[in-house]
């Protein structure tokens, strides 16, 4: 007898808030089938508040209580049965996060957690990452935020060890990483891989997403170092607005994609690694997974 569940994860993050509904699909004597059933993606850019100023400005508190109260409305409309809202490193670290946390409950009735970069590392680690995971090679796992990047080391398809860096998008377009967090960062990778002859970096992100997309590769096959270069380096021959009109990049993405870039050739380069394996995974999607498998708390709608 066939059995439909409809999760809801709910991504709030530096960049943009994500709304993924999914459908449960069991089935006797089956693996059973996460299906992506909607995703909304609201550019709210909480980063650009709370790098800068420390707090979550009144305009965007305002745009959090609609985006919250349309993803209950479209929960509800899909009939879903529990969902998940997690909040990462903007709300993590604005002054006003927990209070803006709880006027959203008072006003949707969504419940926010938010979670410090462990925590994201271990849900986006429950996701489909092990189909693209050989027990026999080692990867630095890359996952690049608004306000943070996460780097994981898998070794005989196991984690061994991660962090997280306040290294993100937003950050960076705001100029206010500093020269040390580079440093500290460049110096876990190198000392976390330096074991391995040889090690694969995998990907993931809205911007290497779209990078990939970009690319027209097949799924499955990575990037090159070399064409990630090329394409840092193409994208900034363009200014803002070309990127825009001839690159067809939402306004939102075409501001951050270069320094998304640079991360991820940053983390090829300290690894040593020649490709990238790009496999459309993150948060959301580690949320359902975790979800399904009680792995985390839940939220009856």
């Keep these: 007898m ?4 409809k999760y809801a994860a709910i991504d709030i993050g530096s960049n943009a808030v ?7 699909i069991e089935e006797p004597e089956n693996p059973v089938l996460f299906r992506k059933s909607s995703l909304v993606r609201v550019p709210i850019r909480l980063g650009s508040d709370v790098f800068l100023n420390n707090s979550i400005s009144p305009q965007n508190i305002e745009r959090m209580l609609d985006t919250m109260q349309a993803f209950k409305l479209l ?3 899909h009939k879903v049965e529990r969902y998940k809202a997690c909040a ?5 670290e604005a002054s006003n996060g927990e ?3 709880k006027l959203i409950l008072e006003q949707t009735a969504i419940e926010i957690d938010i979670i410090d970069g462990e925590e994201e590392a271990s849900i986006i680690a429950a996701t489909d990452i092990n189909e693209y995971i050989q027990k026999d090679k080692n990867y630095l ?3 690049v935020g608004g306000g943070s990047t996460e780097f994981s080391i898998i070794h005989n398809g196991e984690k061994v060890s991660s962090k997280s860096f306040k290294i993100g998008t937003v950050r960076l377009l705001n100029d206010i990483v500093k020269r040390e967090t580079w440093m500290q960062a460049e110096e876990w990778v190198q000392s976390n891989t330096k074991e391995y002859d040889a090690i694969e970096v995998i990907g993931s992100g809205g911007n290497i997403n779209k990078i990939f997309k970009i690319s027209g590769k097949a799924i499955g096959k990575p990037l090159t170092y070399f064409y990630l270069s090329s394409f840092y380096h193409n994208l900034s021959s363009y200014t803002y607005e070309e990127r825009i009109t001839q690159l067809n990049l939402n306004q939102d993405r075409a501001d951050v994609i270069i320094h998304a870039t640079r991360i991820y050739l940053s983390a090829m380069k300290w690894s040593r690694s020649k490709h990238i394996y790009v496999p459309k995974i993150g948060l ?3 949320i359902i997974k975790s979800l399904y498998f009680e792995t985390v708390s839940s939220k009856v709608l």
């Design 18 to 24: 994500r709304l993924l509904i999914a459908n449960i």
């Design 141 to 143: 796992y890359v996952d």
């Design 2 to 5: 066939l059995s439909i569940k």
């Design 284 to 286: 959301a999607d580690g």
């Design 88 to 92: 990462t490193s903007a709300m993590r």
């Design 99 to 101: 209070e803006v946390a």
């Design 75 to 77: 929960m509800r409309s």
